[in-house]
């Protein structure tokens, strides 16, 4: 079968890498010059498999009106005049309540586990060098009441396969002594040993080079924007690009949060909404002064990734719409609070190398996995801030989908109508 891919992200990368896997015939469109140009390019390079807890909890109604008025919130709400954004957040807020992240909670943990997994066993991909480090993951937390919460989800998902380990002050300093300049604000933490690290772009031009090469060879159309997916009945007939037609068997739609105009066009409605977010990027000055493990301040939803001899730095969610625009006052924030957190880990007034992107973010905080509605269209989109993490476990189950083989995990999880 002759499937399309559009997107080349490290979802849509994932996705081409198995259904190659499977044995089809496989193109990749994007309108970039090279993968992972998108959300994928500098996000915040964590591979949190057991951090999948949804925006959409009940502590976002305590911190609503931070949201909607504190320009230095780490989560912050701005009106538009698009009127999807209030649909999109009305369902949002449906969706903050304490059983729908708890199931919301206990999808994504299994996607999680699945994508590590295939990641781990995937000789071709573990032959590639993108920067894996296998550190863990600290996630400390500067009040009582996040802190006892954060204990409560430990016990809740370790009947669901996790295995963490709650650290006092004390712990988190030791384990990570690069920590100590916020000593005084850390009341505990959250370590997990095998959540990883990565760099996404190297892991996309990697799986390029690997899947561009020998039988059966991926085709990969970059530079070549999907202008009008067309549908005859109830199956798409093929897209119009920047360079012509294309018609496949199937197609997949992996595009972020472009994908939902280009569903539009042929009467599919994906309730995605692009979440602003920024990082930086900078050289580690000081490799003691750095942390080693993956590490997450809960309190200014910030994180922190080595990659190489790199720090990548993470954070911020501006439900604004989708303005590219890169905010000099959420960029200056960021760096602000890294240079108080790791201050000799680099040079804080050289190149910081900002950077920002729109996340692909349904409702519920569930990506949308298989069916659309038409019968050639499966959807892999809708990842929010864990399209690294999900990327592997939802190419898997897309392309177990497009098979029509049994899943590796409930599919209805993952439908439209959960989103």
Known sequence: ???????????????????????????????????????????????????????????????LPGLLFSKDAPVRFRPT????????????LANCNTEAARRTTEALLRLAFLSRDTVKAAEDVGGLDFD?????????????????????????????????????????LTHE??????????????????????????LCRGLQRLLASGNGAVDF?????????????NRL???????????????????GYESRILARSVGVDLPIYPIKGYSLTVDVADDKAAPDASVTDYANKIVYARLGAQLRIAGMADIVGPARDLAKDRVAQLARQARATFPGAADWTGDLRAWTGMRPATPSGRPIIGAS?????????GHGPLGFTLAFGSAVALAAHLAGHAAPLPMEDFSLARA
């Open 177 to 202: 002594p690069a920590l100590h300049t916020i000593a005084n604000r850390i009341v505990g933490g959250i370590f997990t040993a095998d959540d990883a690290a990565a760099d996404p772009v190297k």
């Open 373 to 381: 509605g038409i019968a050639n269209l499966a959807l892999n989109v």
């Open 1 to 63: 079968m002759h499937v399309v891919v559009i997107g080349a992200g490290v979802v849509g990368m994932t996705s081409a890498w198995a259904l190659a896997r499977e044995g089809h015939r496989v193109t990749v469109v994007d309108a970039a010059p090279e993968p992972a140009a998108g959300a994928s390019h500098g996000n915040g390079a964590q591979l949190s498999y057991s951090y999948v807890a949804p925006l959409a909890g009940p502590s976002i109604w305590r911190d």
């Open 132 to 172: 894996w480090r296998e550190s863990g993951k600290l996630v400390v937390y500067s009040k009582e009441e996040s802190f006892a919460a954060a204990r409560a989800q430990v016990e809740l998902q370790a009947g669901l396969g996790c295995r963490q380990t709650v650290f006092d002050r004390s712990q988190c």
């Open 81 to 92: 005049l698009d009127p999807f954004q209030y649909r999109w957040g009305m369902k949002f």
């Open 237 to 255: 007939t093929g897209i119009d690009t920047s360079a012509g037609p294309i018609e496949g068997d199937a197609y997949v739609l992996a595009g």
């Open 221 to 233: 159309r970059f530079g070549t924007r999907v202008e009008r997916l067309k549908r005859a009945g």
